[in-house]
């Protein structure tokens, strides 16, 4: 018999885990209007709001979500209305601008920061509105692999693809947004360390010696099929459930993309350690899984 024959309760268990985060917001949406710090005017499904988080999301390496948010949010006080058409304005005031801005000393991505940005606008000028254009494509796959190519350090050498595939996805939580528009059978998720975790403690990987996949490749695999096994019909919607398994609610000194924490200090040595997975539902004693979980609070 298969995993799944042998766990046919359980995997109900799971589906009632992730049924308990269908309200929750994805964090970078917080600094949009709407959200609990909004610094930009603009809502995540407006047309500035959804080049907004493209913008976030080529960022989005070895850096911290409220450190590229602050950096973004200075760019927009600094260019207003030219954020959107930096491909347009003077790369080196671009790049002496981004230097500027405190913290980012030891930021990888710092050099080439700025042609990341230019080419998202060049992006925005061949294309124009983003989520029209994805539904344009039909493909989610297809829009992955558009955006890998047509921008500068999106992942076009990478098996994984997080961050066009992280937008892609982001762009399923919009109000409105329709994803069985664009998100068919071929679509991926991108995964994360969460999500490897989920696996090991309560699905297949539980028990198991050894990885069933030897490449990238087969990771990715491996794990969708898993997330579509879960929910067929909109398998996107397990993301937040499974990232947030156990991940710590504060920031991590070097958090590395897909890593997505929310707001708050890093926890002191010695304080009460807390989940985001405990904090989004409302406290263990809403999780079907928690007599099984190894994290969970005393019930």
């Given at each position: 018999?298969?995993?799944?024959?042998?766990?046919?309760?359980?995997?109900?268990?799971?589906?009632?885990?992730?049924?308990?985060?269908?309200?929750?917001?994805?964090?970078?949406?917080?600094?949009?209007?709407?959200?609990?710090?909004p610094l930009f005017p603009w809502t995540p499904e407006s047309d500035r709001g959804t080049a907004f988080l493209?913008?976030?999301?080529?960022?989005?390496?070895?850096?911290?979500?409220?450190?590229?948010?602050?950096?973004?949010?200075?760019?927009?006080?600094?260019?207003?209305?030219?954020?959107?058409?930096?491909?347009?304005?003077?790369?080196?005031?671009?790049?002496?601008?981004?230097?500027?801005?405190?913290?980012?000393?030891?930021?990888?991505?710092?050099?080439?920061?700025?042609?990341?940005?230019?080419?998202?606008?060049?992006?925005?000028?061949?294309?124009?509105?983003?989520?029209?254009?994805?539904?344009?494509?039909?493909?989610?796959?297809?829009s992955v692999a558009v955006l890998c190519d047509e921008i500068f350090m999106m992942g076009k050498t990478s098996?994984?693809?997080?961050?066009?595939?992280?937008?892609?996805?982001?762009?399923?939580?919009?109000?409105?947004?329709?994803?069985?528009?664009?998100?068919?059978?071929?679509?991926?998720?991108?995964?994360?360390?969460?999500?490897?975790?989920?696996?090991?403690?309560?699905?297949?990987?539980?028990?198991?010696?050894?990885?069933?996949?030897?490449?990238?490749?087969?990771?990715?695999?491996?794990?969708?099929?898993?997330?579509?096994?879960?929910?067929?019909?909109?398998?996107?919607?397990?993301?937040?459930?499974?990232?947030?398994?156990?991940?710590?609610?504060?920031?991590?000194?070097?958090?590395?993309?897909?890593?997505?924490?929310?707001?708050?200090?890093?926890?002191?040595?010695?304080?009460?350690?807390?989940?985001?997975?405990?904090?989004?539902?409302?406290?263990?004693?809403?999780?079907?899984?928690?007599?099984?979980?190894?994290?969970?609070?005393?019930?």
């Amino acid at each position: 018999m298969s995993w799944v024959e042998r766990n046919r309760d359980h995997i109900e268990k799971i589906r009632c885990y992730v049924l308990g985060f269908r309200n929750a917001r994805p964090p970078v949406f917080d600094w949009l209007q709407g959200g609990r710090e909004p610094l930009f005017p603009w809502t995540p499904e407006s047309d500035r709001g959804t080049a907004f988080l493209l913008c976030y999301c080529a960022l989005c390496q070895n850096i911290g979500p409220e450190k590229l948010v602050r950096l973004l949010a200075y760019l927009w006080q600094e260019y207003g209305d030219d954020f959107f058409r930096l491909n347009k304005l003077s790369f080196e005031e671009l790049q002496a601008r981004i230097g500027k801005h405190p913290g980012l000393q030891e930021w990888v991505l710092l050099p080439k920061a700025p042609g990341v940005l230019r080419s998202v606008c060049d992006f925005f000028f061949k294309h124009g509105r983003l989520l029209p254009w994805v539904r344009s494509q039909a493909d989610g796959e297809a829009s992955v692999a558009v955006l890998c190519d047509e921008i500068f350090m999106m992942g076009k050498t990478s098996p994984f693809k997080s961050k066009a595939r992280y937008f892609l996805w982001l762009l399923t939580q919009l109000p409105g947004s329709d994803p069985a528009a664009f998100w068919n059978e071929r679509t991926l998720l991108p995964i994360t360390p969460g999500h490897i975790r989920f696996l090991r403690e309560f699905g297949p990987l539980k028990n198991r010696r050894q990885s069933p996949w030897l490449t990238p490749e087969e990771k990715l695999a491996y794990c969708n099929r898993f997330f579509r096994m879960l929910l067929p019909d909109h398998p996107w919607s397990v993301y937040t459930a499974l990232d947030s398994y156990l991940k710590p609610n504060g920031f991590s000194k070097q958090p590395q993309f897909p890593m997505l924490p929310t707001h708050g200090k890093p926890l002191d040595a010695g304080s009460e350690r807390k989940w985001l997975c405990r904090d989004l539902l409302g406290g263990c004693l809403q999780c079907p899984l928690a007599p099984d979980c190894p994290g969970r609070e005393d019930l």
